[in-house]
């Protein structure tokens, strides 16, 4: 297992769109998460995907954020639009087993990446 590598984080205004992006290895047969923490606060879910391709979103992204992947190049995709300053936070990419979707705990996840900046500015 590769750990997972996020990339694609910056600064945006209120209302702009980003995408992130996770490399990662054999995510097409584990859970994949998304998360988020922003200073002073407990880490996130913000959304999962599982082998079938099946996607979660939590209430406070649904809707604004689509999670995907390419699967030639096993890479994994947040899209998020219409961003808000609250939106803002170190985003994490994150693996498990197929077993633990579609949990929402980051302890049920194994492998995390380092993590990208999302700045919001309002």
């Known amino acids: 297992q590769v750990r997972p590598m996020e990339s694609g984080g910056g600064s945006v205004q209120a209302g702009g769109s980003l995408r992130l992006s996770c490399q990662a290895s054999s995510y097409s047969r584990q859970c994949m998460g998304w998360f988020r923490q922003a200073p002073g606060k407990e880490r996130e879910w913000v959304g999962m995907?599982?082998?079938?391709?099946?996607?979660d979103y939590s209430d406070s992204v649904k809707g604004r954020f689509t999670i995907s992947r390419d699967n030639t190049k096993n890479i994994l995709y947040l899209d998020m639009n219409t961003l808000k300053p609250e939106d803002a936070a170190m985003y994490y990419c994150?693996?498990?087993?197929?077993?633990?979707?579609?949990?929402?705990?980051?302890?049920?996840?194994?492998?995390w990446g380092p993590g990208t900046q999302v700045t919001v500015s309002s």
């Open positions: 994150a693996a498990g087993s197929y077993r633990i979707c579609p949990s929402r705990d980051p302890a049920s996840f194994i492998y």
């Open positions: 995907i599982d082998p079938s391709g099946s996607t």
